[in-house]
């Protein structure tokens, strides 16, 4: 089984649990790791039995660009079902930083993952 790592993938969404919150776009930063099996051995080197990175990051950029949540928790939580559904993915696990949040608040990172 392989592990794929995503990390710290730039991105922005109008989030908030405020509707004054939601009325621009906040940065976000996000990691996403995943495993998946490759059945065949000699299949390693075969793109169609690969995951597409680059998909997977245009996918997850777009989703949350989109998304209408009013709470990283539920934006963690509908990510992570997505991406196990869409790429046949096994134990996804998304971690959403909000950035600008956090400097308001004076420290490094305020997240919420899953």
């Known amino acids: 089984m392989f592990e794929v790592e ?13 509707s004054k919150e939601r009325t621009k776009f906040q940065t976000l930063i ?5 495993k ?12 169609k039995y690969l995951k597409d990175y680059s998909s997977i990051v245009k996918f997850l950029k777009e989703f949350v660009q989109k ?9 963690t939580f509908e990510c992570a079902n997505i991406l196990e559904k869409k790429y046949k993915l096994k134990k996804v696990f998304i971690k ?6 956090a400097k308001r608040y004076g420290c490094e990172s305020i997240s919420v993952s899953k």
Do not use: H, M, P, Q
């Open 96 to 101: 959403i930083n909000k950035v600008e949040v």
């Open 67 to 75: 998304s209408k949540y009013k709470s990283i928790e539920r934006l």
């Open 30 to 34: 996000i990691t996403c790791r995943f």
């Open 6 to 18: 995503i990390k710290n993938l730039k991105t922005k969404a109008k989030i908030g649990i405020s």
């Open 36 to 47: 998946y099996s490759i059945i065949k051995k000699e299949k390693i080197d075969d793109i």
